[in-house]
Nanobody
């Protein structure tokens, strides 16, 4: 089992910045991709950013140029630096990790409990 613990959410004014962190712990063998997904009330869940173990990165168009995802493989931790925040960025942000329990098995996706980000106008 793998546990993901997020931190760093909160309330910020428009134009401000926040940094989210998500640390994976437990019986970790290999973590492939890690990422951040968000969900606002009444809206569909949106993939915000993802990063592979090799450092390949993808962003949603809505956050390109404002958000930066990074990871520390030694610490099994993924970060999301969010700059120039807008009220429409307000949502619960969830981190995810694709974990392989052995080399010959398919990865299982684990999710964090979510952290609230609120951007006031």
């Amino acid at each position: 089992q793998v546990q993901l613990v997020e931190s760093g959410g909160g309330l910020v004014q428009a134009g401000g910045s926040l940094r989210l962190s998500c640390a994976a712990s437990g019986s970790i063998f290999i973590i492939n991709a890690m990422g951040w997904t968000r969900q606002a009330p009444g809206k569909q869940r949106e993939l915000v950013a993802g990063i592979t173990s090799g450092g390949r990165i993808a962003y949603a168009d809505s956050v390109k140029g404002r958000f930066t995802i990074s990871r520390d493989n030694a610490k099994n931790t993924v970060y999301l630096q969010m700059n120039s925040l807008k009220p429409e960025d307000s949502a619960v942000y969830y981190c995810s990790a694709d974990h392989k329990a052995d080399r010959g098995v398919s990865p299982t996706r684990y999710w964090g409990q979510g952290t609230q980000v609120t951007v006031s106008s």
